[in-house]
């Protein structure tokens, strides 16, 4: 089974930008070369996590970065977009840990070496955990904290990295995390969820500050998560149930960037759930971005509720992936056109787009062809949206390799590449290939 796109599209050229993701807590192991973080401590809470594994070994990157690296360039892809993590490169004095930061430039340094272009993320929700047992991101101390960080950081990283995002999806970061308390460090409350997106986006500005400073030539943005909401009915009372969805899942993160200013929902919030907004703080939130990553997986549909500003209707009688979101393309076609409609945008990356299936591996083979599926679906919507006039410049798939899935632990796989967690052996998918063949037929 092939990916294919139709002769006249932008995406076949060797112009668009295609490449794989991945991010540090997720596949890097390592846990004692390093300070622990959040997800350390909320993976060992009974309950939190389905498998009840953790991030110790994981795909033992920290170990098999050459021979990953040796994968990513075999896959012909253009970049590699990382994270790294602040607890590895970070003392608990708040100076550089310089093994860390050696670790992060031998791997850059071979990438570049390779010619893979490096979209390096700062934050991907690895919070170092003395800073967590301070308030984590309900305290303004922790932007300032990230600030400090990015400054170290950057300057000790040079020139190796062609593109730095500050946060990877604060949505999932205040709410999965202060809010619904499904992800590290598990605290519940509608009162915490906009508290903690305030901090994040004003460590988003601040570090945005600070890369125009120390990496004046990289492309610098975010990467925000979108999961656009739909009404169940043509009802207007399910309309506004999903267009105040929309404000608060996805709207909350991009329009203080892009306008400097929080959807007027806020004002139907209670008090007690309100940011803490200090003045000045939408200058630096809204400083100028140079890209945004936009990640995509699935919509959601929403209702009118009698005592709730909006009910989510989970998917019934639809295509579901292994990890139970519906398979909803034309939503990434409509978001993309719908955002470019309201905002004035910077160029945009697809900093994530992909499956998870239920894959079984068999002669040393996985025959993924429902995740190929996904692909062709998905990036046939990224050129409809090109079509439409947006402005999108590269792709890049959701993951590199199967790695740990926060809450869902080792138990969904997202790769193009199978990982056996027993024997570490790589084994890339039939939908690695198909990628792989797509993006080499390029001209
Ligand atoms: O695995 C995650 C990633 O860390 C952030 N975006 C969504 C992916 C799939 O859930």
């Known amino acids: 089974m092939k990916i294919s ?16 993701a991945t991010a540090s807590f997720q596949i890097e192991g390592g846990v004692d070369e390093r300070l622990p973080c959040i997800w350390d401590t909320f993976c060992d809470k009974d309950g939190k996590i389905v498998d009840r594994s953790n ?51 031998n791997l850059l340094d071979k990438l570049k070496n390779k010619n893979i272009k490096t979209f390096v993320t700062l934050y991907h929700w690895d919070l170092p955990q003395h800073l967590e047992d301070k308030g984590g991101w309900l305290n303004r101390a922790t932007a300032y904290a990230f600030e400090s960080y ?23 970061s205040a709410f999965l995390g202060y809010e619904a308390g499904i992800h590290a460090p598990g605290i519940k ?51 506004i149930a999903a267009q105040k969805a929309d ?44 890209f945004l990553g936009i990640n995509y997986y699935t919509r959601a549909v929403y209702e009118t509720d009698n005592s709730e500003l909006f009910k989510e209707v989970p998917p019934k009688d639809v295509a579901i992936t292994d990890i139970g979101w ?16 309201t905002y004035t945008l910077p160029p945009i990356y697809i900093t994530e787009n992909g499956a998870a299936m239920a894959d079984k591996i068999k002669d040393h083979e996985v025959n993924d062809i429902d995740r190929i599926a996904y692909y062709q679906s998905h ?13 999108i410049k590269g792709y890049f798939a959701w993951s590199l390799m199967d790695n740990f899935e926060w809450a869902e632990g080792y138990t969904k796989r997202f790769g193009i590449v199978y990982v056996d967690y027993q024997t570490q052996i790589r084994t890339i998918k039939a939908s690695g290939y198909a990628y792989k063949n797509f993006i080499n037929r390029r001209t």
């Open 326 to 341: 519906e398979i909803y393309p034309k939503g990434f076609s409509h978001l993309l056109v719908s955002l470019n409609e």
């Open 247 to 290: 404000d608060y899942f996805n709207q909350w993160y991009i329009k203080p960037i892009m306008d400097g200013a929080y959807p007027e929902l806020l004002n139907e919030l209670p008090q007690e759930n309100h940011p803490d907004i200090h003045e000045g703080d939408f200058d630096i939130i809204a400083t100028q971005l140079n």
């Open 189 to 239: 409350g509608k009162e915490f969820g906009k508290k903690a997106a305030h901090h994040l986006l004003l460590a988003h500005g601040l570090g945005m500050r600070v890369l125009a400073k120390n990496s004046p030539n990289s492309q610098n943005g975010i990467v925000l998560n979108f999961t656009p909401a739909y009404p169940k009915t043509d009802s207007s009372a399910d309309i």
């Open 55 to 105: 991030g110790d070994v994981a795909c033992d990157h920290i170990n098999k970065w050459q021979q990953d690296v040796e994968l990513i360039d075999s896959l012909g892809v253009d970049a590699y977009r990382l994270s790294i993590s602040w607890p590895r490169v970070i003392k608990l004095d708040g100076t550089l840990n310089q093994s860390g930061v050696d670790f992060y430039i």
């Open 379 to 391: 990036l046939n919507a990224v050129n409809d949206a090109i079509e439409q006039g947006v402005n």
């Open 150 to 172: 990015v400054n170290l950081i950057t300057k000790a990283l040079g020139n190796r990295v062609d593109s730095y995002a500050t946060l990877n999806e604060p949505f999932c």
């Open 5 to 20: 796109l139709p002769n006249n599209s932008k995406m076949n050229s060797k112009n668009f930008t295609f490449g794989v």
